[in-house]
């Protein structure tokens, strides 16, 4: 990025339709969209949606300017003081989306503790129960969904982890409602004209039953609680032992309701599409595959893995950490400008959404030589010396960077090496998988792919 000019120059604009702009390209195939407008148009462009302005920055410059130092100017949606119109309506008043800053960070650091390394270590062997359960069930079949499998063993795993709770009931309810919730969420943000989602339209009352079922379920989880709380040291206890400092009053059922459905949703399907793009490339790239065995093999011997292994596995992290770059879980990071702002030497107009694309930056290749190549090696310390801090962010940037981000490299790893163990996963078919983006980046229809279990 060249420095501030004296007069801000204006953003480069992706040509689009009259009245609606881009709207229609975008809500077909956003990533497709972000994709060209970056290739085209290059590390900042402005987008039209109907009525509305997006900007959208693709340069770890930029990231830095919005995400880490731009707080009092680059909102995130809900603190621009709008009614919400994104996660927030699922989340309330969670971390991911409190609008209220002090609170948020009161409640931050009361979650804190919950993701600490030394805490984290003690839910190791939880994750890989969870992984040897799914393994087990595995053992009568022959082909199976990646992706949905993902999903199910990371909603096991914050079941296990966080409430203490298993996933066979109602969480798997819960899940699928999310998924509904998340989907119309999705379509909501980048549609062209928002409807309000009190009006009875089909899509809206959808929405009101997935969130009607996700809150039946975790009251349900809440109301459980009565009577032994403290007795789990989960999550879950720390929300309903938490006293406000100045008033000494237990935090409001609704807050905890918003709480658990915050890491509900931000903290497993992230997790599980991460792992699938991950054995998605290594059934493409079989010489990696077979590194990460051999690593696997050499350190384990056929046991278990546990939180100990963690640094002795060195080539199986840079492997998950290479596929979060090509295909990283949350490809963009929105926020929110209210008057004018300037961005790196250029003049921003708000009202205006300003969408950091974790995607873009991951491929940009000013930082990234032959970006679409699938190489592990790029993560080993020497090859990372030197590189821009932001240059790769899959768990975003600044104060509002993933308070999970440790346990999903923990979860990651070692679902990778109890699966990579035992199996190595095919592809089946050899049409490509399409990455879209819904709110997450997820493969269109799954990835279908065969069981051949290691000898
Ligand atoms: C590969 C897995 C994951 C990815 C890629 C990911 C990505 C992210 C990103 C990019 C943000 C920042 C959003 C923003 O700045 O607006 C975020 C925030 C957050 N994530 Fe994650 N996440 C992952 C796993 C998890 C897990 C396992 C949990 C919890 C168990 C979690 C809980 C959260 C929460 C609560 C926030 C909001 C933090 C705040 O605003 O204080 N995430 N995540």
Partial sequence: MSAPAAFPRSVPTLPGAPLLG?????????????????????????????????????????????????????????????????????????????????HWRSQRRMMQPMFHRARLAAMGDQMTQAAA???????????????????????DIICRTMFSTDISGDAGRAAQASEVALQFLTRLIFSAVKLPVTWPLPGNRRFARAVATIDEIIYGLIDARAGHVGQFGDLLDMLLEARDADTGEP??????????????????ETTAHS?????????????????????????????????????????????????????????????????????????????????????????????????????????????????????????????????????????GVLLLATVGQKYSLELLGSAPVIPKIAITLQPVGGIPMRLVARS
């Avoid at 109907?50 to 100017?73: F, I, M, N, W």
């Avoid at 359960?133 to 909603?155: C, F, K, P, S």
Wanted: net charge negative; charged share 20%.
């Fill in 251 to 268: 935090m409001s059922r609704q807050q905890v309701r918003d709480e658990v459905v915050t890491v509900f949703s931000a903290g497993h």
């Fill in 275 to 411: 792992l699938a793009w991950t054995w998605y490339l290594l059934a493409q790239h079989p010489e990696i595959l077979a590194t990460v065995q051999a690593e696997l093999d050499t350190v384990l011997a056929g046991r278990p893995p546990t939180t100990a292994d963690l640094n002795l596995l060195p080539y199986t992290t840079q492997t998950f950490q290479e596929a979060m770059r090509l295909y990283p879980a949350a490809p963009v990071i929105p926020r929110r400008i209210e008057g004018q702002a300037e961005l790196g030497g250029y003049a921003l107009q708000g009202p205006a959404r300003v969408i950091t694309s974790v995607y873009n930056i991951h491929r940009h290749p000013d930082f990234w030589p032959d970006p679409l190549h699938f190489d592990p090696l790029r993560f080993s310390p020497e090859n990372s010396v030197g590189r821009h801090r932001l240059a790769y962010m899959p768990f975003g940037a600044g104060s509002r960077m993933c308070i999970g981000n440790h346990l999903a490299m923990m979860e």
């Fill in 22 to 102: 881009n709207a229609q390209e975008v809500s077909r195939d956003v990533l497709a969209a972000f994709s060209r407008a970056f290739a085209e148009h290059g590390d900042l462009v402005r987008l039209k949606i109907g009525t509305g302005t997006l900007y959208l920055a693709s340069h770890p410059d930029l990231a830095q300017q919005v995400l880490v130092e731009g707080g009092a100017t680059f909102l995130k949606m809900e603190q621009a003081g709008r009614p919400s119109q994104g996660l927030g309506l699922l989340g309330g008043m969670g971390l991911l989306t409190n609008p209220d800053f002090k």
């Fill in 133 to 155: 359960q799914m393994i087990r069930r595995w053992e009568t079949l022959e082909t199976v969904d990646i992706d949905a499998e993902m999903l199910h063993v990371t909603m």
